[in-house]
């Protein structure tokens, strides 16, 4: 089974910086993007970042750019999130999902808290 498991979020002011952490296993195709998206009480999911498997090709929503960094450690099957600059409007609990143009797979996500 597809395992996804996002961790590194928490409180923290307004200004400051987070790395978020997801760990993958169980899957085995080779052609998949890996990513993040984020969605906060009362609001609509919001993809925010994404890398594909076997490049460095990156996508990132505009209301992040610039202050967000995705990557990525194939050998170790692990996801990044550096988040930099963070906004209250970033407040919102972070998901990692794996996906292709057929299937995806999200998992548990982690809390980000920013203070004003």
């Known amino acids: 089974d597809v395992q996804l498991q996002a961790s590194g979020g928490g409180l923290v002011q307004a200004g400051g910086s987070l790395r978020l952490s997801c760990a993958a296993s169980g899957f085995t195709d080779d052609d998949y993007a890996i990513g993040w998206f984020r969605q906060a009480p009362g609001k609509e999911r919001e993809g925010i970042s994404c890398i594909g498997s076997s490049d460095d090709n990156t996508w990132y929503a505009d209301s992040v750019k610039g202050r967000f960094t995705i990557s990525r450690d194939n050998d170790k099957n692990m996801l990044y999130l550096r988040m930099n600059s963070l906004k209250p409007e970033d407040m919102s609990v972070y998901y990692c999902?794996?996906?292709?143009?057929?299937?995806?797979?999200w998992g548990e996500g982690t809390q980000v808290t920013v203070s004003s």
């Open positions: 999902i794996l996906f292709s143009s057929t299937w995806y797979y």
